[in-house]
């Protein structure tokens, strides 16, 4: 079975701050790991996603995430806080068993302080 | 290209009403899957086509909710007799083959039942 645990359902940061969502997850199988971005009236967009190799993966709009096997963790990081950021990100899992569905967590509303 | 898109994008009925969802997904993508969100929860998984045939419908939570995809293309998902608890925003993703590719999900459609 597979779950996914976002701590903190709103989060604040200064602009120019550092922002770090956080995603643990549980996993019977190598996980799949995404992050996914909602703005408003919008569909969710993938931010990046961790499947094998390097642990440390890239994605748009500057965001970074690592898979941390012994910490079951998958953190969203961005160095500097922009407006545009303020939005609702969700982290998922997946794994190579099944169908591939993702399992969420229940998602972290970021807000952006000028 | 055109992304995945959902109609209608607000749906409001009373109880006991019939509501038929809509989604295209991305042309090519033989993939379509299902999920629901339920006001503050976590987004849930509620099906899985491939082309025509259902994968995976682990995540339907009753036989009020039928969903079909007509030739592997658009799917519907229809909720008869609607309930209160079924109110929430349902997401259509798809994606081009089984596996760690990334699904791409569309708007999403808001159900409220009154």
């Known amino acids: 079975a597979q779950s996914v645990t976002q701590l903190g359902s709103h989060v604040s940061v200064s602009e120019g701050a550092l922002v770090l969502l956080r995603c643990n997850y549980s996993?019977?199988?190598?996980?799949?790991l995404f992050w996914y971005v909602q703005y408003p009236n919008q569909g969710l967009q993938l931010l990046l996603k961790?499947?094998?190799?390097?642990?440390l993966v890239k994605g748009i709009n500057g965001f970074e995430a690592e898979f941390k096997k012994s910490e079951t963790s998958f953190h969203l990081t961005k160095p500097s806080a922009h407006m545009s950021d303020a939005a609702e990100y969700f982290c998922?899992?997946?794994?190579?068993?099944?169908?591939?569905?993702?399992?969420f967590g229940t998602g972290t509303r970021l807000k952006v302080l000028a | 290209e055109a992304g995945v898109t959902q109609f209608p994008s607000h749906s409001v009925i009373e109880k006991g009403q019939t509501v038929t969802l809509r989604c295209d997904p991305i042309?090519?993508?033989?993939?379509l899957y299902w999920y629901r969100r339920v006001m503050g929860k976590e987004i849930k998984f509620l099906l899985h086509?491939?082309?025509?045939?259902?994968?995976?419908e682990s995540g339907m939570p009753n036989n009020r909710f039928l969903a079909e995809r007509t030739g592997g293309t658009y799917s519907t998902l229809k909720v008869q007799p609607a309930e209160l608890e079924d109110s929430g925003v349902y997401f259509c993703?798809?994606?081009?083959?089984?596996?760690?590719?990334?699904?791409?999900f569309g708007p999403g459609t808001r159900l409220t039942v009154l």
């Open positions: 961790y499947t094998t190799g390097a642990t």
């Open positions: 998922a899992v997946s794994g190579p068993s099944g169908t591939y569905k993702y399992i």
């Open positions: 042309s090519g993508h033989d993939n």
């Open positions: 996993s019977s199988v190598p996980p799949y």
């Open positions: 086509f491939v082309k025509e045939s259902k994968q995976d």
């Open positions: 993703a798809s994606s081009p083959q089984t596996g760690i590719d990334t699904q791409y």
